[in-house]
């Protein structure tokens, strides 16, 4: 018997972990990008976060006080700027989950796959010692079964 396969939500090795590309064997790593790949994950990871976002919203509030106390062009300026960074942090944010979801479902496919390989493997194993079995079993008929004579009575 194969034992049973239970399937997670999540492949075992990724828990507590946040799932990355590097994991995966069809997708480069961050070895093989190129400089420009790596410079626009890290401008995602930095722009992407609360952080950025944080200093947007600040940037807002200064704008804002800016447009009530002093010069209204320049106010309303630094209210668009921050309003433009917290819409790119929110869009990078949204971005990088997006990847993280893709990374978790490339993963858990091919823990799936690996685990039916595995599976497939077990029947085939199943398979051939039952052919075995059966392929000795009808030997063994053949050669204990005598011929009937033909009122299908056996014969001497």
């Known amino acids: 018997m194969t034992p049973d396969i239970t399937h997670s939500p999540r492949p075992a090795r ?3 972990r946040k799932p990355t590309w590097s994991l995966h064997p069809g997708i480069r790593s961050h070895d093989g990008l190129t400089r420009r ?3 626009a994950d ?3 990871g930095l722009l992407g976060s609360w952080t950025a976002a944080t200093v947007g919203a ?3 509030g200064a704008g804002t006080v800016l447009t009530v106390r002093r010069d209204a062009a ?3 300026t630094v209210v668009l700027s921050g309003l433009m960074v917290v819409a790119l942090s929110i869009v990078l944010m949204t971005s990088s989950r997006l990847d993280d979801t893709a990374a978790e479902v490339a ?3 091919l823990e799936s796959d690996r685990r039916a390989a595995v599976a497939i493997e077990e029947l085939r194993d ?3 010692r039952l052919r ?3 392929a000795r079993l009808t030997a063994r008929v053949q050669t204990s079964v005598r011929p009937l004579d033909e009122a299908g009575e056996p014969q001497p």
């Open 14 to 16: 990724l828990r507590g």
């Open 37 to 39: 790949e790596r410079a």
């Open 126 to 128: 199943e398979v051939e």
């Open 74 to 76: 320049t106010g309303m």
């Open 42 to 44: 890290l401008a995602r």
């Open 132 to 134: 075995g079995d059966l």
């Open 58 to 60: 600040g940037l807002v």
């Open 107 to 109: 993963l858990y496919a």
